[in-house]
Nanobody, 126 residues
Framework: QRYLVESGGGLVQPGGSLKLSCLVS????????VGWFRQAPGKEREGIGC????????FYIDSVKGRFTITRDNGERTVYLQMNNLKPEDTGSYSC???????????????????WGPGTQVNVSS
């Protein structure tokens, strides 16, 4: 069993930055692929990026590419989502998810992951 919990959300002005953390408990993180998802108000949840257990390969959707960066610290069992140059359309609930299958982060962010965190809210507004 894996337990995920996100932290670091909050209110930020457009152009600002936030760094979200995803703590993955229940054993070693090394073998797990982790995805980040966002659900904006009134919209479906979308995968915005992921980091694979395969050499830490990453994938980002076009709307966040160049602004968001996903990294991992296996010793701390934590995956990070650094978000820069935030825009109002980045507002939403951000969740992380973990899976042993590297295909969850192959050429995109697969929607199915085995374990999910409850999410943390990010509001981008002036």
């Amino acid at each position: 069993q894996r337990y995920l919990v996100e932290s670091g959300g909050g209110l930020v002005q457009p152009g600002g930055s936030l760094k979200l953390s995803c703590l993955v408990s229940g054993g070693k993180l090394d073998y797990w692929t982790v995805g980040w998802f966002r659900q904006a108000p009134g919209k479906e949840r979308e995968g915005i990026g992921c980091i694979s257990s395969d050499k830490d390969k990453t994938f980002y959707i076009d709307s966040v590419k160049g602004r968001f960066t996903i990294t991992r610290d296996n010793g701390e069992r934590t995956v990070y989502l650094q978000m820069n140059n935030l825009k109002p359309e980045d507002t939403g609930s951000y969740s992380c998810a973990a899976d042993l299958d590297q295909r969850r982060c192959k050429n995109g962010v697969a929607p199915e992951y085995d374990y999910w965190g409850p999410g943390t809210q990010v509001n981008v507004s002036s």
